[in-house]
């Protein structure tokens, strides 16, 4: 079945550093990818829709020039939180299209 | 605007049958799933619905009512690594809109 890597798992980053993740689709081409996040015991929120080409399209309330999406081929899709804050912090998945919706493992960011 | 709603806690026994609702309200509509997410990993997925019936998928099945704004997941032959949070996702415009999830706790 079609798989999506997301890498790092876990990243520790101080306050007012800048931290990229990255979602792959390993085995398929993906032309769109969503970036969701997560706090403890909450649902998934989306963030953005990454299109392959073109520029991301930010759901309501979320910052795009805090959280700057690339998506610069079919199978790569990268989310940079920038001037990262400890607020910031919370579980982050992308997940892509392809054969339905397929999730990455998630990326746990921690900003001390 | 989007609106689902699922209960937050439910507990059952091994072997038993637990059955998690979700309710929906949204301003399109492309079908309903069900994912299952353990602590700190991703959701894995369960089941689709995008017509009215029930889908059965070994140990789960999954019931949606579209005209009512309703499905339901149903878990049979509980086993404990079946602990974990479900959650109902609605897509619209083939975007996914997930509910809080419902925990669900198996015991012995």
């Known amino acids: 079945g079609a798989v999506v890597s997301q890498h790092p798992s876990r990243v520790i980053c101080k306050s007012g550093t800048s931290v990229k993740i990255e979602c792959r689709s390993l085995d398929f081409q993906a032309t769109t990818m969503f970036w969701y996040r997560q706090f403890p015991k909450k649902s998934l929120m989306l963030m953005a829709t990454s299109n392959e080409g073109s520029k991301a399209t930010y759901e309501q309330g979320v910052e795009k020039d805090k959280f700057l999406i690339n998506h610069a081929s079919l199978t790569l899709s990268t989310l940079t939180v920038t001037s990262a804050h400890p607020e910031d912090s919370s579980f982050y998945i992308c997940?892509?299209?392809?054969?339905?919706?397929?999730f990455g493992s998630g990326t746990r960011l921690t900003v001390v | 605007g989007q609106n689902i709603d699922q209960p937050t806690e439910m507990t059952a026994t091994e072997g038993a049958i637990v059955q998690i609702n979700c309710t929906y309200q949204?301003?399109?509509?492309?079908?309903l799933f069900w994912y299952q997410q353990h602590a700190g990993e991703a959701p894995t997925f369960l089941s689709y619905n995008v017509l009215d019936g029930l889908e059965e998928k070994g140990r789960f099945s999954s019931f949606l009512s579209r005209s009512k704004g309703y499905s339901y997941l149903l878990l049979k032959e509980l086993q404990m690594k079946d602990s974990a949070s479900y959650l109902c996702?609605?897509?619209?415009?083939?975007?996914?809109?997930f509910g809080a999830g419902t925990t669900v706790t198996v015991r012995a």
């Open positions: 949204t301003s399109g509509f492309n079908g």
């Open positions: 997940s892509a299209t392809g054969d339905g919706y397929t």
């Open positions: 996702a609605v897509s619209n415009d083939y975007k996914l809109s």
